[in-house]
């Protein structure tokens, strides 16, 4: 970022100043004779009208804007030159996060200038990467996104979520990863929610809203959230209803089942702040889960964060804020919530930001100084050292599973970006896995440039 705004700053500086474009006439923004009456206070809303946003007129609007808009940029001095010194500077490689399910790697990548990011799927680390799916074939215009995905834990099937036009709505499908071949599964009307499949990989569980009244998708009240499984094969209609609360409309639920397929974990939370609930369910033989079995609480106190991050049995690792601001860690078994809670990471000076149980250890990202630190516990709470990172700089996101010993973690600075590592723990070594080709010598010193003459920022640029 740094040498993009210098490269930017340098070509403004260096070239001859050019007639700028003749300030545009705004289209007339039409205002309207609401007024509210709040509690005696009255309170004018003269742009309500664009609150309907499948209107015709708000889509004039806005046409009409861009039609001003869009010419008056294009006419900006040095207007193209900036556009394709930025696309060159952002054309590289991005990779994503992996997971690893039924002893394959799954992760999003993206080329450089693609809209959006497809998913490969890759045997083992020294595999070739094969395509399970790309979105960008699905709406040659961008208008569909692909929201999310989880593969099944046999590795069979892929469960993905699309997004029309940038709402939060996503419908589910459903796709044979060696085939690529797409089931006749949709479920619709999910929002505010993960996918979390079962152990025997037949169905995964997930939140949706009740469906909203036909020409009111985007106004609908948010109210109703609920828990459902749906078995893979079957239609929505016969989805199973796990958990929902008419008492609390309002508020958020989500499931997720522990990696030993046993226990089914269900969070709620109102609103957008961190305190949350905590329930569980027995699922019974995890190659048979009983779906329908009953939800019990865990912690219904809403005074704190408690966030599950891996399991052991019974036993429930969460992160915690729970009389410590910046954060902990803390084992509770389910089956007896009213014990004692043993604490497994105590608070620290440092804030706790993401935190996983990884390998049968605690891996834990602190920001210290203003740099990602990342700390290795027992499941017992003894301290097992640092991973040493690349360099000086920040973790975005840390992954792994219980039952294997990899940590994968994204690390980047000023001048690297983002970069997907997997540090072995035997070895003490992180390892960079697809990592970017950059369009620029991110090691030697600032370029030089002057008015006249100036150092290619691109390889075999002139």
């Known amino acids: 970022m740094r040498l993009m705004v210098f490269a930017v700053a340098a070509l403004s500086a260096c070239s001859p100043p050019e007639p700028r474009p003749a300030v545009p006439a705004y289209p007339v923004t039409a205002r309207g004779s609401v007024i509210e009456d709040y509690h005696g206070t009255k309170v004018a809303d003269p742009y309500r009208w664009m609150e309907d946003l499948d209107s015709p007129r708000v889509a004039e609007w806005i046409a009409a804007q861009n039609a001003v808009t869009d010419p008056y940029l294009a006419a900006l001095p040095h207007s193209l030159l900036l556009r394709e010194r930025l696309t060159a500077l952002w054309n590289y490689p991005r990779t994503g996060l992996p997971v690893s399910e039924g002893g394959r790697l799954f992760y999003s990548k993206n080329t450089g200038l693609q809209r959006q990011a497809p998913v490969f799927m890759r045997d083992s680390t020294e595999a070739p990467p094969s395509l399970v799916i790309d979105p960008n074939v699905i709406s040659s215009e961008g208008a569909v996104a692909l929201s999310l995905w989880e593969p099944s834990p046999d590795a069979r099937l892929l469960a993905y979520g699309l997004s029309e036009g940038g709402a939060d709505w996503r419908t589910i499908r459903v796709r044979e990863i060696d085939t690529g071949r797409d089931l006749s599964d949709r479920v619709e009307w999910m929002r505010f929610s993960d996918i979390s499949w079962t152990k025997d990989a037949k169905g995964f569980f997930y939140s949706r ?22 078995r893979v094969g079957t239609p929505q209609s016969a989805d199973v209803l796990v958990y929902e609360r008419r008492d609390l409309s309002g508020w958020i639920v989500g499931g997720e089942v522990t990696e030993d397929g046993r226990y089914l974990l269900v969070t709620m939370f109102e609103g957008s702040g961190n305190r949350n609930r905590l329930y569980y369910a027995d699922l019974g033989d995890p190659n048979a889960p009983n779906v329908k079995a009953p939800v019990k609480p865990v912690i219904e106190a809403d005074d704190a964060e408690y966030a599950p991050i891996g399991s052991r049995g019974t036993v429930v690792y969460l992160r915690s804020d729970k009389e410590a601001p910046n954060r902990k860690v803390i084992a509770v078994d389910v089956r007896n919530p009213s014990g004692a809670w043993q604490t497994i990471v105590a608070e620290q000076p440092q804030a706790l930001e993401s935190v996983a149980v990884i390998g049968g ?11 990602s630190r990342l700390r290795l516990f027992g499941l017992d709470g003894s301290p097992q050292g640092d991973i040493l990172l690349p360099g000086i700089g920040a973790v975005g996101a840390v992954s792994g599973r219980e039952d294997a010993p990899d940590i994968w973690y994204t690390f980047s600075s000023p001048l690297d970006p983002s970069t997907v590592y997997r540090y072995d723990p035997t070895a003490r070594t992180s390892t960079p896995f697809e990592p970017p080709a950059l369009p620029v010598d991110t090691s030697s010193p600032s370029p030089n440039i002057s008015c006249g003459r100036s150092t290619p920022l691109l390889p075999g640029s002139a």
């Open 361 to 371: 250890r605690v891996v834990a990202q602190y920001l210290e100084d203003v740099q």
């Open 209 to 230: 809203y009740p469906e909203p009244p036909k020409g009111k998708v985007l106004e609908a009240a948010l109210s109703g959230h609920a828990l459902y499984y749906h």
